[in-house]
């Protein structure tokens, strides 16, 4: 179960008939079905003083980022919501780089990507030396992607399917260029250029098919915002909001990209929206301050999260839809999750759905910087729909939500206590059920747990 700092376990949000089977017959008894509440978990540290969090999987159940260790490293990790513990990736330290960040995931978890470093740098902005790393649940080991033929490289993104992984790696003549890696064959490809000689690519469509980042015009530097689709083998330019301007986040149909821009030629950074309809970007503002990013968007395009400066300075996280038209203060939204003092700085990641948020804050209970998963949305009660006995077998179908996890649990009375029956089912569409073999008892309770 996900373990949260606002809820000591599930509650009951919806309540339906109550049933009971015992061998070859049915009778009247319990059968409910539970949701969890709006949450935000803290996620500690490997020993160490901070962490942060920068990628989410498609159900929120894996969260990767960095964390400092008891020994002082910087090291990549996984976050298990199920288990309520963080992972340790290490870092390729057999080539001297010792300190190591993850920056995506792949839907199922089962595939990380990130950088390892020689130094301690946990966020993007930092110069090198790096080297772009994969990590496979499969065999529980960090491996070097290599470079295009220069010194070094990152890994910003990975696609849903942990195929395909963007980011930026040195040539043979020391220019940092957009690459996509195709894990399966080995495969390292330059992305190419809006005409300058260099340029990185943050983050990648859960298909693939569309890449974002930035690259040189021509070798003032001057930076732009791309879009690069793998059909037609296009970069495209985004253009600006009047000076530079960088991308960060696609939608997988590649008609919202996310990221931020100067207003003018060397002036603050602001985040922006642009989208494929009218092919302009859109100045999201901030919260009074000068500066404001735009990190991620949701993959079907509706929402978008980062920070943004107030008036006194201070980075706080934001949400924002075009519905709303306004930067949406996380803190000032789930105030009501937060303890006194703490405070979400910024918003890294959103699920494909948009339900989960990820990012990094300051928790007020251990007074350090720490990764938080913000889940937005309980699912909410739903229905039971169909409970059909036979044959000392009963199968329990109810509504679901694509992608929701659920557990059916039973008791041998309606005061508990409850256990888990069979394994975890993610539905795949608008219903889900299960059949239970309960014919060596006489009466049982059930329940269905949203998780």
């Given at each position: 179960m996900?373990?949260?700092?606002?809820?000591?376990?599930?509650?009951?949000?919806?309540?339906?008939?109550?049933?009971?089977?015992?061998g070859a017959?049915l009778?009247s008894?319990?059968?409910?079905?539970?949701s969890?509440?709006?949450?935000?978990?803290?996620?500690?540290?490997?020993?160490?003083?901070?962490?942060?969090a920068?990628?989410?999987?498609?159900?929120?159940?894996?969260?990767?980022g960095?964390?400092?260790?008891?020994?002082?490293?910087?090291r990549?990790?996984r976050w298990?919501?199920?288990?309520g513990?963080?992972?340790?990736?290490?870092?390729?330290?057999?080539?001297?780089?010792?300190?190591?960040t993850?920056y995506?995931?792949?839907?199922?978890?089962s595939?990380?990507?990130?950088?390892a470093?020689?130094n301690?740098q946990?966020r993007?902005g930092?110069q090198?030396?790096?080297?772009?790393?994969?990590?496979?649940e499969?065999?529980?080991?960090m491996?070097?992607?290599?470079?295009?033929g220069?010194?070094?490289?990152a890994?910003?993104s990975?696609?849903?399917?942990?195929?395909?992984?963007?980011?930026?790696?040195?040539?043979?003549s020391?220019?940092r260029?957009?690459t996509?890696?195709?894990?399966?064959?080995?495969h390292?490809t330059?992305l190419?250029?809006?005409?300058?000689?260099q340029g990185?690519?943050?983050?990648?469509?859960?298909?693939a098919?569309?890449?974002?980042?930035?690259?040189?015009?021509?070798?003032?530097p001057e930076?732009r915002?791309?879009?690069?689709d793998?059909?037609?083998?296009q970069?495209?330019?985004?253009?600006t909001?009047?000076g530079?301007?960088?991308?960060y986040g696609?939608s997988?149909?590649?008609r919202?990209?996310?990221?931020?821009?100067?207003?003018?030629?060397?002036?603050?950074?602001?985040?922006?929206?642009?989208?494929?309809d009218n092919?302009?970007?859109?100045?999201?503002?901030?919260f009074?301050?000068?500066?404001?990013?735009?990190?991620s968007?949701s993959?079907d395009?509706?929402y978008?999260v980062?920070?943004a400066?107030?008036?006194?300075?201070?980075?706080?996280?934001f949400?924002?839809?075009?519905?709303a038209?306004?930067?949406?203060?996380?803190?000032?939204?789930?105030a009501?999750?937060?303890?006194?003092?703490?405070?979400?700085?910024?918003?890294?990641?959103?699920?494909?759905?948009g339900?989960?948020i990820?990012?990094?804050?300051?928790?007020?209970?251990?007074?350090?910087?720490?990764?938080f998963?913000?889940?937005?949305?309980a699912?909410?009660?739903?229905?039971?729909?169909?409970?059909?006995?036979?044959?000392?077998?009963?199968?329990?179908?109810?509504e679901?939500?694509?992608?929701?996890?659920?557990?059916?649990?039973?008791?041998?009375?309606?005061?508990?206590?409850?256990r888990?029956?069979?394994?975890?089912?993610?539905?795949?569409?608008?219903?889900?059920?299960?059949?239970?073999?309960?014919?060596?008892?006489?009466?049982?309770?059930?329940?269905v747990?949203?998780?």
């Amino acid at each position: 179960m996900r373990r949260v700092t606002s809820e000591p376990g599930p509650r009951v949000r919806g309540v339906g008939r109550v049933w009971a089977i015992g061998g070859a017959f049915l009778t009247s008894g319990l059968l409910c079905a539970t949701s969890w509440s709006q949450s935000i978990t803290w996620m500690g540290t490997l020993g160490g003083n901070a962490s942060g969090a920068w990628s989410v999987s498609l159900d929120g159940r894996y969260v990767v980022g960095y964390a400092q260790n008891a020994s002082g490293l910087y090291r990549a990790f996984r976050w298990d919501a199920i288990t309520g513990q963080m992972q340790e990736l290490g870092a390729l330290d057999v080539i001297g780089y010792s300190h190591a960040t993850a920056y995506g995931v792949s839907a199922d978890g089962s595939v990380v990507v990130g950088r390892a470093a020689q130094n301690p740098q946990p966020r993007f902005g930092e110069q090198p030396p790096w080297r772009a790393f994969v990590w496979r649940e499969s065999t529980g080991q960090m491996q070097d992607l290599g470079t295009l033929g220069g010194a070094w490289s990152a890994a910003a993104s990975v696609s849903a399917d942990g195929r395909y992984v963007a980011g930026y790696a040195w040539d043979i003549s020391g220019r940092r260029r957009p690459t996509v890696w195709d894990l399966a064959h080995g495969h390292l490809t330059d992305l190419g250029t809006l005409g300058g000689s260099q340029g990185e690519a943050y983050d990648i469509s859960a298909d693939a098919r569309f890449i974002a980042g930035y690259t040189w015009i021509d070798d003032s530097p001057e930076v732009r915002a791309f879009l690069w689709d793998a059909v037609t083998g296009q970069m495209r330019n985004l253009g600006t909001l009047g000076g530079w301007s960088v991308a960060y986040g696609v939608s997988i149909d590649g008609r919202v990209v996310v990221g931020w821009s100067q207003r003018v030629p060397g002036g603050s950074w602001v985040a922006f929206w642009w989208d494929a309809d009218n092919g302009q970007m859109r100045d999201l503002g901030t919260f009074g301050g000068s500066t404001s990013l735009a990190r991620s968007v949701s993959q079907d395009g509706r929402y978008a999260v980062g920070f943004a400066e107030a008036s006194n300075g201070q980075q706080r996280a934001f949400r924002y839809s075009p519905q709303a038209g306004v930067l949406e203060d996380l803190n000032q939204t789930y105030a009501s999750l937060l303890s006194n003092g703490s405070l979400l700085t910024m918003a890294t990641d959103i699920s494909a759905d948009g339900r989960y948020i990820v990012g990094e804050g300051y928790n007020a209970a251990t007074e350090r910087t720490e990764a938080f998963l913000l889940d937005t949305a309980a699912l909410g009660a739903f229905r039971i729909l169909k409970v059909t006995p036979g044959n000392g077998r009963l199968t329990i179908e109810w509504e679901a939500r694509s992608g929701a996890k659920y557990q059916l649990q039973a008791a041998d009375a309606v005061s508990g206590p409850w256990r888990d029956v069979g394994p975890e089912i993610i539905a795949s569409g608008p219903t889900a059920s299960y059949t239970d073999d309960a014919s060596s008892v006489r009466q049982r309770f059930y329940r269905v747990v949203a998780r």
